[in-house]
């Protein structure tokens, strides 16, 4: 087996069929940075792609946390209302999944390059970081609460910015689909909390 330059690797034998062994590329081949916007006829100024590419990666970075945070509690419901919760769990996690996929797509189609990976949303996303271990319904739903505030304000601040700078394709994937799947997820959620007794809820 010969890597991208010819050059044989540590574990290569000669076999006589060279012609038909995978030729693997040299890990260097990033044909663009991140950070980096390629052109494209769009119709918007670098200046404006730049600003929606960059702003779309944090919010982006919180979807992906609360996706996340929706699979934890999917995972690590309990009490009375356990089939009830990790069915409704599972159904946001979902929906967040679905936006991630569109604010992703979003990035590339302004020329962007969108985040990927868990380390790099660990390092963008502005939602706390929850423990580790099991905690009850009630600090479960108010936890995913408090991500989609912070998410909704963010992408509210971020498709007013859009459509000043002359961006309303950005303004209108915030706004119909982001902001409009997250309030709905927070009214069902809100609801679960509603007659909650006191020492249930951890209040004293
Ligand atoms: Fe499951």
């Not at 574990?11 to 590329?25: N, R």
Request: glycine share 8%; aromatic share 4%; net charge negative.
């Amino acid at each position: 087996m010969k890597s991208q330059n010819g050059h044989r690797t540590a574990t290569d034998e000669a076999s006589g069929c060279e012609q038909a062994e995978p030729v693997l590329a040299d890990r260097q081949g990033e044909i663009q940075r991140f950070g980096e916007l390629i052109e494209l006829p769009l119709g918007l100024s670098r200046a404006t792609r730049e600003a929606s590419v960059t702003a779309l990666n944090h919010i982006l970075a919180d979807v992906m946390t609360l996706r996340d945070l929706y699979q934890k509690h999917h995972w690590q419901a309990s009490g009375p209302t356990f089939k009830q919760l990790y069915e409704l769990f599972a159904k946001h996690y979902q929906q967040q999944s679905a936006l991630t996929e569109q604010i992703a797509q979003r990035i590339q189609i302004l020329g962007g390059i969108s985040i990927a990976m868990s380390a790099d949303v660990a390092d963008l996303t502005w939602l706390d970081r929850p423990p580790r271990g099991r905690e009850t319904v009630s600090v479960q739903i108010t936890r995913l609460l408090g991500g989609h505030e912070k998410l909704l304000l963010e992408a509210r601040e971020l498709a007013r910015r859009c459509m000043e700078e002359g961006d309303p394709g950005t303004a209108d994937l915030l706004v119909s689909n982001v902001v409009r799947t997250n309030e709905l997820q927070v009214w069902v959620l809100a609801e679960h909390l509603v007659g909650i007794p006191d020492a249930e809820a951890g209040r004293p």
